[in-house]
């Protein structure tokens, strides 16, 4: 009974009480400058493995429909699913799919010296999009996210760094916004931090 009962509970968004919440002194109706969503995904799971490993490679493929990326500081994405660089063996999965379910597929493609670890529990992630972007990111760290524009557009860009004395996997977006997958334990710092940052032209946490 206790299985099923934490089977069939919804986790709570680790900024509920902050969605609305919005700073600055922009118009009504004006554009603000910086609007922050979080973002409900399905798992997180981080694997390791051989990336040179045939079957590994192609147990992943078979799986998420994708090539793990082994550039440094890129991601590969299919569909809802999407593979973060972390290290030459390492690798953070993001789907929409249950973390039981996805974990359940991997382990029966991949055989060998693998490790998928479920760190869902402790993760969510914001999207970050509007014209305060590249200064709110200039603002967080010392990374250059910059050089991403300079990139080939093909190129999807991620990176561990850290964002405001926190940490932050942050990854670049089709559409020019930038998603942080950060720790629940973050979450409501960075967001009191992203409205204090995000002020001059206006933030909202979007609900």
């Known amino acids: 009974m206790a299985n099923l009962a934490a089977n069939n509970m ?3 968004s680790p900024l509920h009480y902050l969605k609305g919440q919005c700073s600055g002194t922009a118009p009504v109706n004006a554009e603000l400058g910086l609007t922050v969503t979080e973002i409900q995904q399905g798992c997180y799971l981080n694997l390791r ?9 192609a147990g992943i493929q078979t799986v998420l429909g994708l090539s793990l990326p082994t550039v440094s500081g890129t991601y590969h ?3 809802s699913n999407m593979a973060c660089w972390l290290g030459p063996d390492e ?7 249950t973390a039981e ?3 359940a597929a991997l382990r029966e ?3 060998g010296h693998i490790s998928i670890v479920d760190v869902t529990g402790g993760q969510t992630q914001l999207n970050l999009r509007g014209s305060s972007v590249p ?4 603002k967080a760290g010392g990374y250059d996210f910059e050089a991403w524009s300079l990139d080939s557009a093909s190129v999807n860009r991620c990176v561990q760094t850290n964002f405001a ?3 932050a996997l942050v990854s670049s977006g089709a559409d020019g916004s930038f998603d942080l997958t950060i720790r629940r334990s973050f979450a409501d710092y960075i967001a009191q931090w992203l409205l204090d940052a995000g002020r001059e032209q206006g933030c909202l946490i979007q609900g």
């Open 135 to 138: 200064l709110v990111l200039k």
């Open 91 to 97: 690798w953070m999965l993001v789907s929409d799919q």
């Open 77 to 79: 994405s299919h569909g």
């Open 49 to 57: 493995g051989k990336a040179a490993d045939q079957d590994f490679a």
């Open 109 to 111: 493609a991949l055989k």
């Open 101 to 103: 379910t996805l974990q």
């Open 165 to 167: 004395k926190a940490t």
């Open 10 to 12: 919804i986790m709570q």
